[in-house]
């Protein structure tokens, strides 16, 4: 069992930054890929940013330049750091472990808000 926990949204004016983290617990399994996807009013979840095991982060085009993805091991914690914040980036966001051969585990998500 694992609980993943998102913590660091907020209300931002565009071209701000927050930082999103999100804590591990339970059995973890050391070879995960963490990820964080947004789901928007009215849309569907999606993927930002993934970042694996061994620390190779990988962004969507939208994001790029603007996102870093981060993972503490020691404290089962990843991070995503967003710059340059745009009202297109409102939504809420999850963040995902991913073990191959399981479903996905997700957070509670939390709420980012990017007024204009």
């Known amino acids: 069992q694992v609980q993943l926990v998102e913590s660091g949204g907020g209300l931002v004016q565009a071209g701000g930054s927050l930082r999103l983290s999100c804590a591990a617990s339970?059995?973890?399994?050391?070879?995960?890929?963490m990820g964080w996807y947004r789901q928007a009013p009215g849309e569907q979840r999606a993927l930002v940013a993934t970042?694996?095991?061994?620390?190779?982060?990988y962004y969507v085009d939208s994001v790029k330049g603007r996102f870093t993805i981060s993972r503490d091991r020691g404290k089962n914690t990843v991070y995503l750091q967003m710059d340059s914040l745009k009202p297109e980036d409102t939504a809420v966001y999850y963040c995902a472990m991913i073990i191959s051969g399981e479903n996905p585990y997700w957070g509670q998500g939390t709420q980012v808000t990017v007024s204009s």
């Open positions: 339970g059995t973890i399994f050391r070879i995960n890929t």
């Open positions: 970042i694996s095991s061994g620390g190779s982060p």
